[in-house]
């Protein structure tokens, strides 16, 4: 094997397949065709071994806290970023592969050799690609359209490639230039590095064009009420003016705390594929079987007026959250008792569990005990008043008090009463099964812009949230720089459901100070200090500041 004929697979190879992309990411933002980057991305992360995933998801987490950026903001950002750098390192693969057996068979310098190697390298790249991109059920592609598109897109990309690597082979170039009558008026060699830079710029030119197009019209994925009429994703009312149900507590957060309410375009989302289900609300049905003695199959009106409506504000956070992580957010939730369902379904003596299946592909075992002891579990339809965001779960997602979102499925698609035990999604991978929320506090501000005077001492705010899943708080602790514990203030509540705002106002002193943050559950249990990793149950911890003043 010689080092340039890899060099010049790979090359060819990815020169073919950025452009690729592009076009597809154009034809995608265009029409909903299918972009077959996602696609794979989709198809190979369920099937990868648990520990390979969470390795992933840690690094990623890593480097973007490392480059300073919200990790709720911009993960699945760069897991789609990750997808087309996969992609595209399948393309350059591929290129190697080709180029290596175009270098053993006879040289296709006849145009008739040349294309037909081009088709056969496409359709080998497409094939497998083109079945695992129609398989997916959620890019919304059109399978008349989908198929003669992916069939153009893959010959092109090896009618392309076979063309430049035959093209820049070992054996000379040589173009005639006719003069008048017919007669060839000279030979010239065609020099391979011009023909290389013109092959590089017309590639970057159609994939940045293709990219800059598809951008400026990419179509909503789950954002908004517009990817789903049924499914307004936007408050119908400014947040800050919300009259909440402690707006007369005296305690005032410290100026830099989140907002205690988390608007819903604001509320953190996790979903395992790349880009959320989008389901028709009106044509959706639960079927909810197994183990009960009456099936039901419910639409979502009959969900919303069947049975009683239960609001009730939640606090909910990732598992594979750090310390201070910003995957916590509290809203209002609306939906159904899962009892009230249940009961109507009559469930049987022999049930233990139920097993949730989603429609991005995630499951999730839950408790039959569980659920009987606790009339609070939901099957949620509403967040602030609206029905649930395209991209937080629409039509329907569960609601467990206590525990991580991870065992919490979202675009519920059949429930199944059931007597055996079924592994969920995550604690397959590797996760705790029961996945119960961590008693945690934060520090999310040092307020040295809004010091205020006290007597004679001047007082730096200091604030920030707790949490104890439906535990609730009962006292909050600041020390500074290795002293002694203080007491902060608490304010109210949201519910028993939802995170503690806390406020400590410290005397400042100039310098150089270390800040950190204890606390304490309802029940007296002192928060874990002993620093632990994420996985599998949960970071634990003390979460500290360092401030210059």
């Not at 007669?183 to 020099?191: D, G, T, Y």
């Not at 049924?230 to 009312?237: M, N």
């Not at 909440?244 to 594929?273: C, M, Q």
């Not at 049987?348 to 499951?363: K, N, Q, V």
Request: charged share 20%.
């Amino acid at each position: 094997m010689k080092i340039k004929y890899v060099g010049r697979g790979a090359l060819i190879g990815a020169m073919s397949t950025a452009p690729q992309i592009a076009v597809m990411y154009l034809g995608k933002q265009i029409a909903a065709l299918p972009f077959v980057p996602y696609d794979f991305f989709d198809w190979i992360t369920p099937r990868l071994p648990g520990p390979v995933i969470t390795f992933g998801i840690d690094r990623m987490i890593d480097g973007l806290q490392l480059l300073g950026l919200d990790v709720a903001a911009t993960a699945k950002t760069a897991e789609q970023i990750l997808a087309i750098l996969i992609y595209l390192l399948l393309g350059t693969l591929a290129g190697i592969i080709f180029g290596l057996v175009l270098n053993r068979l006879s040289s296709p310098s006849g145009w008739s050799a040349g294309w037909l190697t081009g088709l056969v390298a496409g359709s080998l790249f497409g094939l497998p690609m083109t079945i695992i991109s129609l398989g997916s059920q959620e890019d919304g592609a059109n399978a008349v359209l989908a198929v003669p598109w992916l069939l153009a897109l893959f010959l092109g990309w090896g009618l392309l490639f076979c063309e430049a690597y035959r093209r820049l082979s070992d054996e000379p170039l040589l173009v005639s230039e006719p003069a008048e009558g017919g007669e060839i008026r000279s030979v010239q060699v065609l020099n391979r590095r011009q023909f290389l830079i013109s092959l590089g710029a017309s590639a970057a030119t159609i994939t940045v064009a293709g990219a800059g197009l598809g951008a400026l019209l990419k179509r909503d994925e789950g954002a908004g009420p517009e990817a789903n009429p049924t499914s307004p994703a936007l408050l119908t009312e400014d947040t800050t003016r919300r009259i909440l149900p402690n707006s007369d507590d005296p305690v005032v957060p410290a100026p830099g705390t989140r907002p205690e309410y988390t608007p819903v375009e604001d509320h953190y989302k996790v979903f395992i594929k790349l880009i959320p289900p989008d389901i028709d609300g009106a044509a959706w049905r639960l079927p909810i079987t197994g183990l009960v003695d009456h099936p039901l199959l419910l639409s979502l009106e009959d969900i919303r007026t069947r049975y009683p409506a239960y609001d009730q504000y939640i606090t909910l956070s990732c598992i594979s959250g750090d310390i201070g992580t910003t995957l916590i957010s509290t809203t209002q939730w609306t939906g159904a008792r899962v009892q009230d369902i249940l009961a109507e379904a009559g469930v049987r003596p022999e049930a233990r569990f139920l097993h949730i299946t989603s429609g991005d592909g995630f499951y999730e075992t839950v408790s039959l005990n569980l659920i009987m002891s606790d009339e609070r579990i939901l099957f949620c339809y509403d967040w602030d008043g609206d029905p649930l965001p395209v991209d937080h779960g629409f039509p329907l997602r569960i609601w467990i008090p206590g525990r991580f979102g991870m065992k919490q499925p979202k675009w519920i698609t059949a429930v199944e009463v059931t007597s055996e035990y079924t592994e969920g999604y995550w604690v397959r991978r590797g996760w705790d099964e029961v996945a119960q929320v961590k008693t945690t506090s934060v520090i999310d501000t040092v307020a040295v812009d809004a010091i205020q005077n006290d007597g004679n001492e001047r007082r730096v705010p200091v604030g920030g949230i707790a949490w104890a899943g439906d535990r609730g708080i009962s006292i909050v602790e600041v020390r500074v720089d290795g002293g002694e514990w203080q007491p902060a203030q608490l304010r109210a509540p949201l519910s028993e459901t939802t995170w503690v705002i806390w406020r400590y106002n410290w005397s400042f002193q100039p310098g150089h100070h270390l800040f950190e943050v204890r606390c304490k559950d309802r029940n007296g249990t002192q928060q874990i200090e002993r620093r632990s990793d994420v996985r599998p149950s949960g970071a634990t911890g003390i979460h500290q500041r360092e401030v210059n003043l």
